[in-house]
């Protein structure tokens, strides 16, 4: 089955801690993305990478930090410099010539300690 | 800054009624909008999506109309079914851009 799997599913964070969330795909997408979900306020793109060994900051990059080393891969550290880490972080992919079509992964919920 | 507004933030409807969720934007350069369907503990995932050269989109019982003229865009669900209770998300594309920009989301339920 092709599709995106984030894990853990739900995860903890103590203060001053930096976590990572897992993100990885075996759609052969290029391109792909972080998005946050707080309730009401929809999805906010964290950081986006179009090819592999490059990523650009989305609307809400502060206190997080992405890498690239494989296609398949696009890790996700919550810093201790983000200050209200507490939401449903989600995963996409799209080819590169379809980045207006988005396949998500089923989410990682961080929560405070 | 919000390029595109939606609401309801939530709707309850009857079993075998309609269900209307609109969404508005600003920017001209948006030239693909899609309608994505999320389910509790879920990613969302792509529903439906119009052009801005057409007025109207139907893929059985959910319908899009667009009114490029206002800027605006809705979703309709007829026939509404329990099974359709879930968070909908508007979203509009800019091709220069190559990103997403997603509405706040409607919280729909329906009863049974």
């Known amino acids: 089955d092709g599709g995106i799997t984030q894990s853990p599913k739900y995860l903890f964070r103590k203060e001053g801690q930096n976590v990572t969330l897992s993100c990885e795909q075996n759609?052969?997408?290029?391109?792909m993305y972080w998005y946050r979900q707080d309730p009401g306020q929809g999805l906010r793109l964290i950081y986006y990478?179009?090819?592999?060994?490059?990523?650009q900051k989305g609307d809400i990059a502060e206190g997080y930090s992405v890498s690239r080393e494989k296609k398949e891969s696009f890790p996700l550290t919550v810093t201790s410099a983000q200050k209200n880490p507490t939401a449903f972080y989600l995963c996409?992919?799209?080819?590169?010539?379809?980045?207006?079509?988005?396949?998500f992964g089923s989410g990682t919920q961080l929560s405070v300690l | 800054q919000q390029q595109v507004k939606q609401s309801p933030q939530s709707l309850i409807v009857q079993k075998g009624g309609i269900s209307i969720i609109n969404c508005a934007y600003e920017?001209?350069?948006?030239?693909?909008f899609p309608w994505y369907q999320q389910f509790p503990g879920k990613g969302p995932a792509l529903l439906i999506a119009?052009?801005?050269?057409?007025s109207e989109k139907k893929e059985g019982r959910f319908t899009i109309s667009f009114n490029k003229s206002a800027k605006q865009f809705s979703l309709h669900i007829m026939d509404s079914q329990p099974g359709d209770s879930a968070t909908y998300f508007c979203?509009?594309?800019?091709?220069?851009?190559?990103?997403?920009?997603f509405g706040s989301g409607t919280q729909l339920t329906v009863l049974p």
């Open positions: 996409a992919s799209s080819r590169r010539a379809e980045n207006e079509k988005l396949f």
């Open positions: 979203a509009a594309f800019s091709g220069s851009a190559r990103q997403l920009t």
């Open positions: 920017n001209t350069a948006f030239d693909y």
């Open positions: 119009i052009r801005p050269d057409v």
């Open positions: 990478s179009q090819i592999v060994n490059d990523f």
């Open positions: 759609l052969n997408h290029d391109a």
